[in-house]
């Protein structure tokens, strides 16, 4: 069993409980265990994009810390905490002026010989680059066939794509490849790597809503009988909102919205209590049943 | 819209601060509209990306920091990612946000928000939001 140092980030822990909990199995059918670091504290949510704010930058280097006492990989899923541990520990290792000011913040925090090479990693990219998406196919269990899921890439995996360095920002793919791997049919949809509206369902909530609106439509019209995401807030809008769609969009059919790892671990077979469908606002439950896998 | 133009507004201290925070060159921006182009919420703004770059070069940033685009922006750096200049728009975005919040600009009253949909909303929406009200001191 390999281990990795895990950051599961606020909403992992409590309002996104689904994603955590079947990463974890997921990840342990495939012989890695996410060991949680301890005493982590909030990433931020938010890169500080002001060239003057560097005091945003002290919580996720605390984390980045604490991963490189063992290791020299951090794992996360969370696509916020991912984008904020990611361009943080870059910007921190390639900026000297930055990386004074902050050190200067966090003085005896900062280890005495810490490590600079911790590489923040999503938990897709130990699946596609250590174990192999056409190894995966030869572990699963219960192959998608038939059940057509249109990937949605979430902005912050791959935006910027200089510092995230994940995927070709115009046209991703490794979601359409995890799905192939998993013998389903991935869709491919216009609206796939756009915005979801993201935290303007805190201020200004019927923007978001038609964000999310176009993706789910679109994704419908395209032939898609369900969607995967890998972010909380992702999911969030176009899952747990859609009862607000079919309030106020006329001729609005529900979709469920599946979590990046729930998808994986049901084709690797993994007991169904730790996928954590019951959390899915938009049931995934009866489609999955049509489809003989449930 | 009228705009007033001379050496000293377009060559303002705002337009520095802009500069200095966003750490960008905003002058090389060659309206070409890519930004406007894949902005997600551009058909929601009253200035869209380029008019903003545009009337950030003119020096009207007093305009910009009382608009509602710069609150619809969600920092998906989807403008950024395009532009063929290599100007990271969003961060101009957030330069004009930061200075209207040091000046104690509102957009969002948190008590005025449901607490069914604070209770259920992922932390991180929670916190970015945060970053569109004056900081709590």
Partial sequence: MISYPYFPGCALSTKAKALDISARETMKALGYELKEIEDWTCCGAVFPLAEDEHIRLVSPMRSIFKAGKDSDKLITLCSACFNVLRRTQRLVKENKVRRDRVFNYMEEEVPENFNDNVKVVHLIEIIRDEIGFDKLSERIKKPLTDLKVAPFYDCLTYRPPKEMEFEDPENPKIYTNLITALGGISIDFPFRSECCGAHLSVSDRSASLDCSYRILNSARLAGAEALLTSCPLCHYNLDARQQEMIDSKVGFKPIPVFYLTQIIGLSLGLDVESLGFEKNKVSPVNLLKEKGLL | ?137
Avoid at chain 2, 109 to 123: A, G
């Fill in chain 2, 1 to 137: 819209m009228l705009l007033k133009l001379s050496k000293d507004i377009v060559n303002s201290e705002l337009f520095r601060s802009v500069s200095e925070i966003s750490a960008q060159k905003i002058m090389s921006c060659y309206q070409c509209g890519k930004c406007t182009a894949g902005c997600p919420l551009a058909d929601k703004m009253d200035y869209v990306p380029n008019e903003m770059m545009r009337l950030c070069m003119l020096g009207q940033i007093e305009d910009l920091l009382d608009s509602k685009a710069i609150w619809l922006c969600t920092s998906c750096f989807q403008c950024g990612t395009r532009c063929p200049k290599g100007i990271e728009v969003h961060r101009v975005f957030e330069a004009l946000r930061s200075l209207a919040l040091r000046e104690g600009k509102n957009y969002t009253d948190i008590e005025e928000l449901p607490k069914e949909v604070l209770d259920e909303m992922p932390q991180q929406a929670i916190i970015a939001g945060y970053r569109k009200f004056e900081s709590l001191e």
